[in-house]
Every structure is written in C-alpha cells, then in structure tokens.
C-alpha cells in the first residue's frame, strides 16, 4: 500500500521551516500532498494559485510531492487523495498541544488516519509565515527566511 500523507497549512507564504519539514519527511512517504487550506475568514497576502506555484516550483524535481487546495476539515480532503497520514511540523511546545488537540479530533472522526509530528530543525524553531510576513510587509531581508525561488520572484516584483 501506498504510504500517503497530506501536509496541511496556509502557506502564506511557505518558508524555508515548511520546506524543511517536506525534504526530511519524503524518505518516510511515498507520496507527499501539500494542501492548501482555504479559509474565508482570512485574506492571505499571497492568492491561492501563487503559494501553489510556488511550492510546484520547490518541488519541481521531486515527482511525489504533489500540491491541493482544500476547503473544510483536514479530514475529509484526506480521505479525497488517500492519506493515510496528517504531517504536521512540531516548532515548540505550545505548538504540540496545539497540534495535539486537532490530531485527537481527526482520530475520533477517523482513527484510520494518523498524524506524525515532526520537530523543526532548531534554525526554523520561531520561524512562523505571520512573521515573514511582517519582514516583506516593511522591506526587511527575508534570505534566511525564504526559498530562494520566491527571493527571486519578490524581488522582481
């Protein structure tokens, strides 16, 4: 059996602690989705179809990383592309009671699917997409923050 497993987040945009989570994780999966959540309530400062380009981009020579978007549960878009497994990155403590509390949920809605945590590299541990957001938004360095793809492209802009 195909070992699926579905990375849910904003991505807004992805950074070099979402990517580090992917490329440590793709020796354990056979395939790697990395949804997109689409959540109304917020406005992303990058569109839907630029966070997915930019990941396909990342992703480019790696053929088992895949990128969806999604709306609703976690859950549900599991079950729509097989997964078995929920990747969620772990950056503190107060992320993993977090992350706990939603994984719980997820296995009293469906204990065939689990989630695997896994810890940052401690270079990414505070890095959060709100505060790269915060150094774009005011014209600060993001080099040690994002892809060099994205660098690229926001310095075209």
């Known amino acids: 059996m195909k070992r699926i497993c579905l990375f849910p987040g904003t991505f807004d945009p992805i950074t ?16 790697i989705v990395v949804g997109i959540g689409v959540n109304s309530a917020k406005t992303p ?3 839907l179809e630029q966070r997915m380009q930019w990941i396909r981009d990342i992703y480019s020579h790696t053929p088992k990383v895949k990128v969806i978007s999604y709306e609703g549960l976690t859950i549900k878009s599991c079950k729509e592309v097989g997964a078995q497994f ?10 993993f009671e977090y992350e706990k509390a939603i994984a719980d949920v997820n296995r ?11 810890s940052c590299s401690p270079r990414y ?33």
């Not at 009293?108 to 896994?118: V, W, Y």
């Open 86 to 95: 929920i990747l969620r990155g772990i950056r503190s403590i107060g992320d």
């Open 108 to 118: 009293m809605m469906d204990s065939s699917i689990e989630t695997i945590f896994l």
């Open 16 to 31: 070099l602690g979402h990517t580090d989570v992917i490329d440590r994780s793709l020796d354990l999966f056979d395939e």
């Open 45 to 47: 400062m990058f569109s």
């Open 125 to 157: 541990s505070t890095l959060a997409s709100s505060l790269v957001r915060d150094v774009l938004k005011y014209d600060g360095d993001a080099s040690q923050l994002l892809p060099e793809n994205i660098l690229r492209e926001l310095k075209k802009a």
